[in-house]
């Protein structure tokens, strides 16, 4: 009985190995990446429709006395444009964790 436990055990996993691969997976691919700069990508204006570039831009308010000198908020506006979709909603999360969000409509990525 002692050696059938550990036989099972290990038949049972080999088994299960694959579910739980694919959710792992679907999980990873799910996930915002967390480690992306606020300096990431590359400073521009709006391209060109057809391009292909992703370009992301965030306003929002901060309560930095280096930066508001003393006042209680100041408006901060970001544009970067990026190579991919996934490095871009990475930058948002950093900009969204970072600052206070303003207007909704000025927050976001597209791909151009």
């Keep these: 009985m002692k050696r059938i436990t550990p036989i099972l055990v290990f038949g049972l996993a080999v088994l299960l190995q694959p579910s739980l691969l694919s959710a792992d ?3 990873a691919q799910a996930a915002v990446r967390k480690n992306v700069s606020e300096y990431a990508g590359e ?3 709006a391209p060109p429709v057809g391009s292909g570039i992703v370009f992301g831009r965030y306003s929002g308010t901060t309560d930095n006395p280096m930066i508001s000198f003393g006042d ?3 408006t901060v506006s970001f544009q970067r444009c990026f ?3 996934d490095e871009c909603q990475g930058w948002l999360y950093t900009m969204r964790s970072k600052y206070t969000d303003g ?4 927050i976001g990525c597209k791909r151009r």
């Design 25 to 27: 997976i679907s999980q």
């Design 43 to 45: 400073r521009c204006n």
């Design 72 to 74: 209680d908020q100041t």
């Design 83 to 85: 190579g991919s979709m």
């Design 103 to 106: 207007n909704s409509v000025l």
